[in-house]
């Protein structure tokens, strides 16, 4: 394999939202075959999420285009479901080399957020209930009947829950970011964009390697390799396996141990077998068992009032001290944990037809998650502060079916049509067990329950199972009119049919609004089974693109369009699920614009790539205050009008071969237009017009540097630094301005540094890093909900200074 330019920026880890590329070819010389095919063999035309060709057709595209383009190299992508060089693609695509994933304190989206300006991330108490957002956009839900925003594609198949997504990424070829609706292409929940991870394909070489790993604060350690074996010329094998484990990185005073870290193993393997020319078959299983003791909120403020002044409680007499989003100890009878397997297998089939490509893509997904949760955040219950736990186990499986036929590139009208099935079916049985002792008056001392003096103690409890079945069947496509060499057309349509049935029931003898027996036309007495609710909705949709691209010379091209969006009807189906909340959730569709100017300049040394967008989001759902039996609660509604608009840059340099700058900036302002209020709500229940979206940062920015010194010795050096900045940002959305306030993540920035030796040939490489250089402290969530009126933080690895060493061998 040859060392292009793309290769070892992709080698060194290059944190940034493009790699290298080249001037731009006109559109027909994009259509190029990948691996030295006819225009329409499978090589050529038909790529889901990873090249199908025998071999690794990225590979040879990105050696190809740097023998074309002499000192540069190309980045081909897949983000239309063709193989195209990142600079022709007419939207906004940031990459991410599997290397720099690699090299992240978090390898995988979680982490991945710091390279991709427009890409954030809302972390939660178990992967079920966090969310990525695009450009200020995403879906925030404790429904099991609501689909995220962002989708996560792997190797072609769509992942149908957003807490699969985040798992750890191993074995990446790269990462793509498709920034706004790509619903024509991907399908209903990429209302907000898409992120495309390709792993690395199997090849024609032995070879592959092994990678360990160890960090400081929590003492992590990681096991990582991947081993290629071809069987003949033309059956081709990869197999992967990683291992992970971390301590934490905040003290359990109740267990005196260490609490937020994991356990992680897994592994993947790919078959690809080319009977014929015409023909590839690729074969992907994969299974990954994740045990983490994470996430545990600390308490990072002190006891508060409704307008956010410090009163007194006596239960602060045994939670550690607030310190803000420098807290970094709990005290919790009940270790926050999150216990996950899941496994998935697909068969994806590429066959010339003609001069057409039929691509087969066939899929199955199990995933298996018991989220285990201290919700009053206390060692023992208290006279007047109850213990609460929580224990919910989650199944779930989908079958995905996706067939398209794929025609040349190098013609007036190319074009990909397809039809797409998927059922995703989920089942939560969650309970709820309180220990509860408490008092006419409210207590000026601590307490425990079952102590001398303390009023009798009671155990209510509480049990719900809920489940969700989402059927989707589509037809799509999309077309290229190259009206001249410089000047096309791209447009595309997608008629989407759905369907979604939801059950909830529950058992309970727990007291309160919201969380009596949802439905008691039947009931007989507390504590007695409710009916069962049962709920359905159907809807159908066409949404679509319309694009102009046009190259104002080799080097520049401009392009602007509109996108319709579409996001599929949902419920708000949960544990504390009512009556007054079985109404159906309208589906959310939005209208989208975007231009921009992709430039590669001084000979492909300097790519800077410009974007500009608004888009409007009508019936959006998400998290919304809404009243329930005169009780004012927060819960999955059609919330009412949202818009965001902006700007956004990316930037790679590489003045000399072994020196590379690269980085992107983002500005973005997301905010509410109109918010829905509730039928007998006051209007201060309603978030107000003008208040910005959570986990939207105004402005967010990353810049990377690496540089290979070549000593024409021995070893070779490589040194490396990646910094990222982001503005304050919206993490309680809430329409108290109080709530608001204190709910807030302040900006902050971030610096890493890596230094480290490998031989000429790339055979071994020893990496030292330093992550969070300057030790800034900052917090990933704030909540409110903590122990008499105080706000609840969740504090990532990477709010502390941290280092670590790295080695790998390959072979």
């Given at each position: 394999m040859k060392a292009t330019p793309t290769r070892i920026a992709m080698m060194l880890g290059v944190a940034v939202p493009a790699l290298m590329l080249t001037a731009p070819a006109h559109a027909q010389d994009a259509a190029t075959p990948l691996a030295g095919g006819p225009a329409s063999s499978p090589a050529a035309q038909a790529v889901p999420g990873s090249p199908p060709a025998p071999g690794v057709a990225a590979e040879q595209a990105a050696d190809n285009a740097g023998d074309a383009a002499g000192a540069t190299g190309d980045i081909v992508v897949t983000a239309q479901k063709r193989s195209e060089r990142l600079q022709d693609v007419p939207i906004a695509v940031s990459v991410i080399g599997g290397e720099a994933l690699a090299a992240l304190g978090k390898p995988g989206l979680e982490g991945a957020v710091t390279l991709v300006p427009a890409l954030n991330f809302q972390k939660s108490g178990t992967t079920l209930n966090q969310s990525l957002f695009l450009r200020g956009v995403g879906t925030t839900t404790f429904s099991i009947a609501g689909e995220p925003?962002?989708?996560?594609?792997?190797?072609?198949?769509?992942?149908?829950?957003?807490?699969?997504?985040?798992?750890?990424?191993?074995?990446?070829?790269?990462?793509?970011?498709?920034?706004?609706?790509?619903?024509?292409?991907?399908?209903?929940?990429?209302?907000?964009?898409?992120?495309?991870?390709?792993?690395?394909?199997?090849?024609?070489?032995?070879?592959?390697?092994?990678?360990?790993?160890?960090?400081?604060?929590?003492?992590?350690?990681?096991?990582?390799?991947?081993?290629?074996?071809?069987?003949?010329e033309d059956l081709l094998t990869r197999v992967t396996g990683f291992y992970s484990r971390y301590d934490g990185n905040?003290?359990?005073?109740?267990?005196?141990?260490?609490?937020?870290?994991?356990?992680?193993?897994?592994?993947?393997?790919?078959?690809?077998?080319?009977?014929?020319?015409?023909?590839?078959?690729?074969?992907?299983?994969?299974?990954?068992?994740?045990?983490?003791?994470?996430?545990?909120?600390?308490?990072?403020?002190?006891?508060?009032?409704?307008?956010?002044?410090?009163?007194?409680?006596?239960v602060f007499g045994v939670l550690p001290t607030p310190q803000g989003d420098r807290t970094r100890a709990v005290n919790q009878n009940l270790v926050t944990r999150t216990k996950e397997e899941g496994y998935g297998a697909s068969l994806q089939i590429d066959t010339e037809l003609g001069t057409q490509t039929v691509t087969s893509i066939t899929a199955y997904r199990d995933y298996r998650n018991t989220e285990i949760r201290d919700g009053d955040f206390l060692p023992q219950a208290y006279v007047g502060f109850n213990q609460l736990h929580d224990t919910g186990p989650q199944t779930g499986n989908t079958f995905s079916q996706e067939l398209r036929l794929t025609s040349p590139a190098r013609q007036f009208l190319s074009y990909v049509v397809g039809l797409y099935y998927s059922r995703a079916e989920s089942e939560r049985v969650y309970s709820r067990a309180d220990v509860v002792c408490n008092a006419a008056t409210a207590p000026t001392t601590l307490i425990p329950c079952g102590s001398t003096g303390a009023p009798a103690t009671t155990t209510p409890f509480g049990r719900a199972d809920f489940g969700s079945v989402f059927k989707n069947i589509a037809a799509f496509g999309q077309a290229t009119a190259n009206f001249t060499d410089r000047f096309r057309f791209i447009g595309g349509l997608r008629w989407t049919a759905d369907q979604l049935n939801v059950f909830h029931s529950r058992t309970t003898t727990l007291a309160g609004p919201g969380i009596q027996p949802s439905f008691p036309t039947t009931a007989t007495g507390t504590g007695t089974p409710a009916t069962q609710f049962r709920g359905k909705t159907t809807n159908t949709n066409v949404s679509g693109k319309a694009s102009l691209q046009f190259d104002v010379t080799r080097n520049v091209t401009a392009y602007g369009g509109y996108t319709r969006g579409?996001?599929?009807?949902?419920?708000?189906?949960?544990?504390?699920?009512?009556?007054?909340?079985?109404?159906?959730?309208?589906?959310?569709?939005?209208?989208?614009?975007?231009?921009?100017?992709?430039?590669?300049?001084?000979?492909?040394?300097?790519?800077?790539?410009?974007?500009?967008?608004?888009?409007?989001?009508?019936?959006?759902?998400?998290?919304?205050?809404?009243?329930?039996?005169?009780?004012?609660?927060?819960?999955?509604?059609?919330?009412?009008?949202?818009?965001?608009?902006?700007?956004?840059?990316?930037?790679?340099?590489?003045?000399?071969?072994?020196?590379?700058?690269?980085?992107?900036?983002?500005?973005?302002?997301?905010?509410?237009?109109?918010?829905?209020?509730?039928?007998?709500?006051?209007?201060?229940?309603?978030?107000?017009?003008?208040?910005?979206?959570?986990?939207?940062?105004?402005?967010?920015?990353?810049?990377?540097?690496?540089?290979?010194?070549?000593?024409?010795?021995?070893?070779?050096?490589?040194?490396?630094?990646?910094?990222?900045?982001?503005?304050?940002?919206?993490?309680?959305?809430?329409?108290?301005?109080?709530?608001?306030?204190?709910?807030?993540?302040?900006s902050y920035g971030l610096v890493n540094l890596s230094a480290g030796v490998g031989d000429a040939d790339d055979r071994y490489r020893l990496t030292f890093q330093v992550r969070n250089l300057f030790d800034q402290s900052f917090a990933a969530a704030i909540q409110n909900g903590g122990p008499s009126g105080s706000y609840r933080y969740q504090i990532p690895r990477d709010a502390d200074r941290y280092y670590g060493v790295t080695g790998r061998i390959n072979f």
């Open positions: 925003s962002v989708s996560t594609v792997v190797d072609g198949v769509v992942f149908a829950r957003s807490g699969e997504a985040f798992g750890d990424l191993v074995d990446i070829e790269r990462l793509e970011v498709l920034r706004g609706p790509q619903g024509t292409l991907f399908g209903k929940n990429a209302s907000a964009g898409v992120v495309n991870i390709v792993s690395v394909q199997p090849t024609r070489d032995f070879g592959g390697y092994v990678e360990g790993g160890y960090f400081t604060n929590g003492d992590e350690a990681r096991v990582r390799g991947a081993l290629n074996i071809p069987l003949s905040i003290r359990n005073v109740a267990t005196g141990g260490r609490v937020n870290g994991y356990e992680h193993y897994g592994a993947r393997a790919q078959v690809k077998w080319t009977p014929s020319d015409a023909t590839t078959i690729a074969l992907i299983a994969d299974y990954h068992h994740n045990d983490d003791n994470c996430c545990a909120e600390v308490i990072g403020t002190g006891p508060l009032n409704a307008a956010g002044a410090a009163i007194t409680s006596p579409y996001k599929g009807p949902a419920f708000n189906v949960f544990f504390n699920l009512t009556g007054t909340g079985t109404n159906v959730i309208a589906p959310e569709t939005s209208n989208s614009y975007e231009v921009g100017l992709k430039n590669t300049l001084f000979g492909g040394k300097l790519v800077l790539n410009l974007d500009a967008f608004y888009a409007k989001y009508d019936n959006f759902q998400a998290n919304n205050p809404d009243l329930v039996a005169g009780v004012v609660v927060t819960r999955f509604t059609n919330a009412g009008k949202v818009s965001t608009r902006g700007g956004e840059a990316d930037i790679v340099f590489r003045p000399v071969d072994d020196l590379s700058l690269s980085g992107g900036l983002a500005y973005t302002e997301a905010r509410v237009d109109r918010f829905i209020q509730a039928p007998g709500a006051p209007v201060t229940a309603v978030i107000p017009a003008g208040t910005a979206l959570p986990f939207a940062p105004k402005w967010k920015g990353s810049l990377g540097a690496d540089y290979r010194w070549r000593t024409g010795g021995a070893v070779d050096l490589f040194l490396g630094a990646q910094g990222n900045y982001q503005s304050k940002q919206l993490a309680l959305f809430s329409p108290d301005a109080v709530q608001r306030r204190l709910g807030t993540i302040g």
